[in-house]
């Protein structure tokens, strides 16, 4: 198993002239678990964004290392694996299609056991050839974590991570947050106290200076 680290150094972001967040630091390495928490607006998925390499800060830099060497955000692509409200499925595709086709813009090769392993990981076997038109909110939110867990990523973000599911999706995403802290590093933005609670530290983001604990 490599040694991934994340290093976060004086992060900011504005947006129309309004300070999101700023004076972001921290450090994760393999095996650490963070939530991040604050009221509505006060830039949970922003920053999830900016970490992720979806979005540029206004100011700071965040520095991605594995096993003593630094990369580049565009380089970790295929290890991040993100779960996210504003993250779509294509509707006029199957399940399985979408697992196939996401995987294929990014340059993963996999065969189809492992994408029906996915999906029974997710619970969406029996619905692998359906149209995800017809999927609702929670089976879709299923989806994302078939498409995310794909990479077998060393870093995955969860951005409001039982949003839409029953007792046995929320189940399955804490299947899949143990299996994460074994292996990687793990990401939570929610606003649920117990959600934050499956994580080792919590970043409390509220207009001041955030300070990680």
């Known amino acids: 198993m490599s040694n991934m680290k994340i290093i976060v150094r004086d992060l900011s972001k504005v947006f129309n002239g309004r300070s999101v967040f700023r004076g972001v630091g921290l450090e994760l390495s393999t095996g650490d678990s963070l939530a ?9 998925t922003t920053l999830m964004k900016i970490l992720a390499g979806v979005l540029s800060p206004t100011s700071g830099k965040v520095e991605f290392w594995r096993d003593g060497k630094l990369f580049k955000a565009e380089e ?6 993100y779960v996210g409200p504003y993250v779509q499925m294509y509707d006029e595709f199957t399940a399985l299609e979408n697992l196939q086709f996401l995987n ?5 090769r996999k065969d189809s056991k492992v994408f029906g392993d996915l ?12 149209l995800v038109r017809g999927f609702s909110s929670g089976m879709k939110q299923r989806l994302k974590y078939a498409v995310a867990l794909s990479s077998n990523p060393e870093i995955l973000f969860l951005d409001e991570p039982t949003s839409n ?17 074994n292996h990687g590093i793990l990401l939570v933005a929610t606003n649920d106290a117990a ?13 001041e200076v955030p300070t990680p604990r």
């Open 36 to 44: 991040i928490t604050g009221p509505n607006g006060s830039g949970k």
């Open 76 to 81: 970790m692509r295929g290890s991040i694996g």
């Open 104 to 108: 294929a813009i990014r340059d993963l």
């Open 119 to 130: 999906l029974k990981r997710v619970g969406l076997y029996h619905r692998r050839d359906d």
């Open 165 to 181: 599911l029953d007792d046995s999706g929320i189940e399955m995403v804490r299947e899949v947050i143990r299996d994460q802290k």
């Open 195 to 207: 959600e934050a609670k499956w994580c080792r530290r919590i970043l409390k983001l509220s207009g």
